[in-house]
């Protein structure tokens, strides 16, 4: 156990349901903003390609392919991991976010 969770569980329940709450907020916010990004680089491949990644991949890249687009099969890989890594982690903090925001004057704040 490392010395800021030692911290963190000597504080009172209430209090580490707050920051946890507050966190997970925070950082669905940033997940949300990373998809988004993401998101958008992989349909400007598509787009630019005129094709999916998952259809490259399996068919190969073409043989007469330039180098440009040999880097950006790679950068296109990339951002469908991070993409799919997003979705999957905003799943999970989905699942936090939704149990309210604690406060101290206010029970839970939530959507």
Known sequence: MTEIEKKFLTLPDKDRETIISYGASLRLTSLKKRFFLADH????????YKT?????????????ANHEMHEDYIEWSHWVRVAKKCKKEIALVQGIVQQGLRTENYPYVGY
């Open 52 to 64: 999916k990644l998952e259809k490259v991949q399996s068919e190969g890249i073409p043989d007469d």
């Open 41 to 48: 680089k992989v349909k400007s491949f598509e787009k630019q």
